[in-house]
């Protein structure tokens, strides 16, 4: 693999040119792809396999033309204090908004709280139901501000008017001005950890252009692969980071042997046989995260895993060989000023890496002891996770959907922004009228169940829905737990009845998905870590260190949800973050902050533990070993952590908890594997292990391949550099084989 590598590297350093024109016209050609591609379908979110899916599969196939997917509005009146909205006044104002919303242009229909008995009990207050002929995104400006303009007059009268729904749903920005604190900081900390412009802005271009091309192919094949917007966003994210961690590491390691006293061609042959190498495998382990995503059985999750798995390896190959054929241009140009100044060799002084090592290594237990017993503590707080969709709840009482929610649970009890809508399948049976009547009857007898709506049916009179409006909110676990009542006693009730029936509403839809990512999570975890091991065991050739990598991401991980606990769930420290309201946490936080974060996790782990490996080949003891790969990787894998935590936390301030969840989730799982797993309990284990961290038995050493991702064969194959004339004599080392 090194001598491969080694060759490439070369060969792309030669050919410069050709290499980045070639890189040119793969994006040129791709780009043009994209823009003549038809536009990626808009596929939603499915989940096969739930009963909540196989309930909207059925209501899809039996009201055909009814699954109205256009935007909508809800529109909630409230009186003021001690007043009704059946007031005289206030009845004119609320019927006049809905002959004006009517009127739109784009507007289906618009309800009349009045005669569609949408009035609260102690008529305090009401709600209309505004549904357009059209998606939200394809919504025009008039249609919106005639819609605007009418509730504004309401308002006027008098009322307290808010609006739900996504007709006029705000779009909380991504990140605002902390994303791009964010990148600034990348940029900061690259320019630092270089000393060099060059050196610094070579990272970022590279990324950028692989970002770009993995986009366009994304756009370009989003038709025939069934590729939406979305796809592209994990892509996008994972493409940026591990495109800048790769190439820094590469140019990391070309100054590194230019240090030594190598030509330049020499230097980025070797950055690209020993650094690359690493590369290889650190991608491979990311791309198993990535590609593992699809055991969740979520197509969209599978699409975006895929696609970014590309994404990463694209990064791979850039950093390959457009990295080495950059340098070509500007050999010199990432160097410090102070390494274009200096003549002599340099790299085996002392640094904070190497220092930092020395104490860890003299005292493992008690930095071993205190790293665990940190991140288990941090980590149980997951022991209470509890997972489920935040919608407007979780949304700031500055935006007018979290009002509206807050005044319809008032005014109908907090079960009704989450009603269960029942799906009767009455086909067999013999009277079906009479069956749905039974169905409604029985549910509504449920502890929990406030009311239900009338039936509703098709028009083959075979099917009906109708909703059942639970006591609890949409998130609580009570809601959860008559969910599982209900259909638990589904088969008595469809005994009885003659006809069966099935569970969803968007309530029953979140509660399901979060099931099933629940019991996603062991199988994928096993998958990845599993493959994972079996590839760190060919790269490193040990059998402990592999399972310490594993043990270690596991507890970083676990560290990182109990944190997301505590902020999003359990409310602590939730002021200082922006959190508005706390509550379940997303199903996909757990699968997104084990794939991400094992990519990146496993990403440091190469990087920094093959340096050991390569000094353990190459002569040092198991001590200095450690030392020796701090002394060299230490510097960039913190940088490389650092850049990804300001990147990741940019995400913190977005305006919707969802986005600041993920965010905060992977920027502390960043910085607990890094800095507290990485860079203290692996040299406190490897420090205690010894040379047993190294063992392999002889049966396994003949039967595994050998990777060479320390380039031992290139220690035997490049010859030492030779000394440079200068004007004052100068000492050159040869490294001892």
């Known amino acids: 693999m090194a001598t491969l590598l080694y060759h490439l590297g070369r060969v792309a350093f030669r050919w410069r040119w050709f290499v980045t024109l070639l890189w040119v016209a793969v994006l040129g050609a791709v780009g043009f792809a994209a823009t003549k591609a038809p536009a990626a379908p808009d596929d939603g979110f499915t989940m096969p396999g739930i009963e909540s899916q196989r309930a909207f599969d059925l209501l899809e196939q039996r009201f055909p033309g009814t699954a109205a997917d256009g935007a909508s509005a809800r529109i909630v009146f409230v009186a003021p204090n001690g007043e009704k909205v059946t007031a005289t006044e206030h009845r004119a104002a ?9 009127d739109g242009s784009q507007v289906a229909s618009a309800v ?6 949408a ?10 139901t ?18 605007e303009r009418a509730i504004d007059t309401a308002r006027n009268a008098g009322l307290t008017v ?10 909380p920005a991504a990140g605002g001005s902390a994303e791009a604190i964010g990148i600034a900081i990348a940029a900061i900390v690259l320019l630092i950890t270089f000393g060099s412009l060059a050196a610094a802005g070579l990272p970022l271009l590279t990324a950028i252009l692989g970002v770009g091309i993995s986009m366009s192919a994304i756009l370009a094949l989003g038709s025939a692969f069934g590729l939406s917007e979305t796809t592209g966003t994990l892509a996008t994210m994972l493409g940026l980071a591990c495109g800048i961690d790769y190439a820094l590491f590469v140019v990391s390691r070309y100054r590194e042997e230019q240090a030594k006293g190598h030509a330049p061609r020499e230097a980025a042959g070797l950055a690209a046989g020993t650094a690359g190498s690493a590369v290889v495998f650190a991608g491979l382990t990311v791309v198993i995260a990535l590609a593992g995503l699809s055991v969740v059985g979520i197509p969209m999750l599978t699409k975006m895993g895929l696609a970014a798995a590309g994404a990463v390896l694209l990064a791979v190959l850039i950093c390959l060989t457009l990295v080495p054929a950059v340098l070509g241009f500007w050999p010199n140009a990432v160097l410090s000023r102070r390494d274009r100044k200096k003549k002599t060799k340099r790299g085996n002084g002392e640094n904070g890496g190497s220092r930092w090592a020395r104490i860890v290594v003299r005292r493992p237990i008690p930095v071993l002891l205190l790293g665990v017993v940190g991140l288990g503590a941090m980590a149980l707080p997951a022991l209470n996770l509890q997972l489920g969709m935040p919608g407007d709840e979780a949304k700031s009482t500055a935006t007018t959907e979290r009002r509206a929610y807050d005044d319809l649970a008032e005014g109908f009890g907090p079960g009704f922004n989450g009603p269960l809508t029942i799906v009767v399948d009455a086909k067999k ?6 069956a749905v009547a039974t169905i409604s009857k029985e549910i509504a007898a449920t502890d929990g169940v406030v009311s239900v709506s009338p039936a509703r049916f098709n028009s083959a009179g075979d099917t009906a829905v109708f909703s059942a409006t639970p006591a609890t909110s949409p998130t609580d676990e009570k ?43 062991i199988p994928y975890l096993a998958l990845v870590v599993g493959l994972a091991i079996v590839l760190l065991l060919l790269v490193f050739r040990s059998l402990l260190v592999p399972l310490k990598a594993a043990l270690g991401f596991l507890l970083s991980v676990l560290a990182a949800l109990g944190a997301v606990v505590a902020v ?13 309201q706390t509550g379940p946490i997303m199903s996909l936080m757990p699968i997104f902050l084990v794939g991400i974060v094992f990519g990146l996790a496993m990403d440091y782990e190469v990087f920094l533990v093959s340096r050991m490996r390569e000094a353990y080949v190459h002569g040092d003891g198991p001590g200095q070993a450690i030392v020796s790969g701090f002394r060299h990787s230490a510097r960039v894998v913190v940088a490389a952590a650092l850049i990804m935590m300001a990147v990741f936390s940019g995400f913190i301030g977005a305006g919707a908890s969802m986005i600041k969840m993920i965010g905060f989730g992977l920027a502390i799982a960043v910085l607990f594997d890094a800095f507290v797993v990485r860079m203290a309990i692996v040299p406190a284990v490897l420090s205690l292990l010894g040379h047993k961290a190294w063992y392999l038995p002889r049966r396994l050493d003949r039967i595994l391949p050998r990777m060479d991702v320390e380039g031992e064969a290139l220690s035997r194959k490049v010859p030492a550099p030779a000394a440079e004339p200068t004007d004052t004599p100068t000492v050159h080392l040869t490294p001892v084989p």
């Not at 009349?112 to 008995?117: L, Q, S």
């Not at 808010?162 to 779009?171: I, P, R």
């Not at 049976?429 to 009479?434: L, V, Y």
């Not at 589904?490 to 006809?499: E, M, V």
């Open 94 to 102: 609320i019927e006049k908004l809905v002959t004006e919303a009517a």
């Open 112 to 117: 009349d709280p009045f005669t569609a008995k």
């Open 119 to 128: 009035v609260s009990k102690d008529a305090s207050t009401a709600y209309s």
């Open 130 to 147: 505004v549904t357009f002929k059209v998606k939200a995104d394809d919504l025009t400006g008039a249609a919106k501000t005639h819609l």
């Open 162 to 171: 808010e609006v739900g729904g996504d007709a006029l749903a705000t779009q």
């Open 429 to 434: 049976a013999g009277d079906a009228k009479t």
């Open 479 to 521: 809601t959860k737990q008559l969910v599982q009542t209900i259909r638990d006693e589904r088969p008595d009730i469809a005994a009885d009845a003659g006809a069966s029936f099935e569970v969803t509403g968007t309530t029953a839809l979140n509660i399901d998905v979060a099931q099933k990512v629940q019991d996603a999570l």
């Open 568 to 580: 999003f769930q359990e409310g602590h420290l939730a002021s200082w973050l922006g959190v508005d």
